[in-house]
């Protein structure tokens, strides 16, 4: 199987944490190019990277038969029109999280991707590492019983209010930025299917968007979830998932552990409660960025769809426009 060339679609600060790190230690897959709508900053910012090619346009980029796949972390309001012109042009994408704002968006880009044959899949990266395997595994098997209720939190302040979470033009907001990671937690627990919003209410900031959100769901399951999300204030990011014999608090869910130059260090803390007994639950050493390029990479080489599909994406958003419309 040839080579993954992968450009990215920006120089967004998402880059440094999640992508840049990565790319190159994934065996088979290789950064070729940065594209950004000023060909100076593209350059400066390949020579600082050692990236090899720069592009003074995303449309640029995406006209380099050389890339076959491209990183897409724009700001969410636009991550549909990308996303469909990187298919056009027979990318494979590995979109941000959310990969669109509402689920028709992202029903548009699923079909393009079945339209295409090409692999799409969206940067929930907590679901790439063995800690989120393990939740859904304790959550379905007996250590719990009944699973009955899930309460996933996850909020960081942002002071800078010229930032694009405060701009309701590109997809900013609480629930979309720091809110779709306890939604698709709680979903993938629940196991999909039916939904309703028992309640939602929210703190608007000066530009309008939704600064601090609290939501209640109720899946059909019968599984009450619990969401609560900001980009204001402070919310430890953490999962308590309670079942009718025991349950499970799992702190840092959604960013299980970072690298620290050639050491992984574990930012999780996992209790395991089985009646009056306390576990510690502990997985394998990983970096979820890297997992997650690495799935994709095997999923562009199989022609299989990834578990973070377009399709994933619409369920999850959907949940989210439910939410939104209830307040």
């Known amino acids: 199987m040839s080579q993954l060339t992968f450009g990215i679609l920006s120089t967004a600060s998402v880059n440094a944490y999640g992508f840049l790190p990565f790319v190159n230690r994934v065996r088979g897959v290789r950064l ?3 594209a950004s709508r000023d060909l100076s900053a593209a350059k400066q910012y390949a020579g600082k990277h050692g990236i090899p090619r720069a592009y003074g346009s995303y449309d640029e980029l995406l006209a380099d038969s050389d890339i076959r796949a491209v990183y897409i972390p724009l700001p969410a309001g636009m991550h549909r029109a990308w996303s469909l012109r990187a298919l056009d042009a027979g990318k494979h994408v590995l ?54 209720c899930v309460n996933a939190a996850f909020g ?13 033009d590109l997809g900013g907001g609480a629930l979309l930025d720091t809110g779709c990671y306890p939604v698709s937690l709680a979903r993938a627990l629940a196991g999909g299917g039916p939904f309703k919003v028992v309640r939602a209410r929210a703190r608007r900031t000066a530009s ?50 970072m690298p620290a130059g050639p050491v ?64």
């Open 32 to 34: 070729l190019g940065i």
């Open 95 to 148: 979109c941000e999280k959310p990969m669109a704002v509402n689920a028709a968006q992202a029903r548009e880009v699923a079909a393009k991707a079945a339209e295409t044959g090409l692999t799409f899949s969206e940067g929930y990266h907590y679901m790439h590492h063995p800690l989120f395997r393990r939740i859904l595994d304790i959550a379905a098997g007996a250590e719990i019983g009944d699973l009955l």
């Open 156 to 168: 960081v302040p942002l002071t800078d209010k010229s930032k694009v979470q405060f701009n309701p």
């Open 208 to 257: 309008g968007v939704d600064g601090t959100l609290d939501a209640e769901l109720l899946f059909g399951a019968g599984v009450r979830a619990r969401i609560q999300c900001s980009i204001e204030k402070f919310v430890p990011m953490h999962a308590h998932i309670k079942g009718s014999e025991g349950g499970l608090f799992v702190f840092s869910p959604f960013t299980p552990a």
């Open 264 to 327: 992984v260090v574990p930012l999780y803390l996992a209790v395991l409660q089985k009646g009056r007994r306390l576990e510690s639950v502990r997985v394998p050493s990983a970096v979820s960025y890297e997992r997650q390029i690495r799935a994709f990479r095997d999923a562009v080489n199989q022609g299989r769809r990834p578990e973070t599909s377009a399709e994933h994406g619409a369920q999850v958003l959907e949940i989210m426009d439910a939410i939104y419309a209830a307040l």
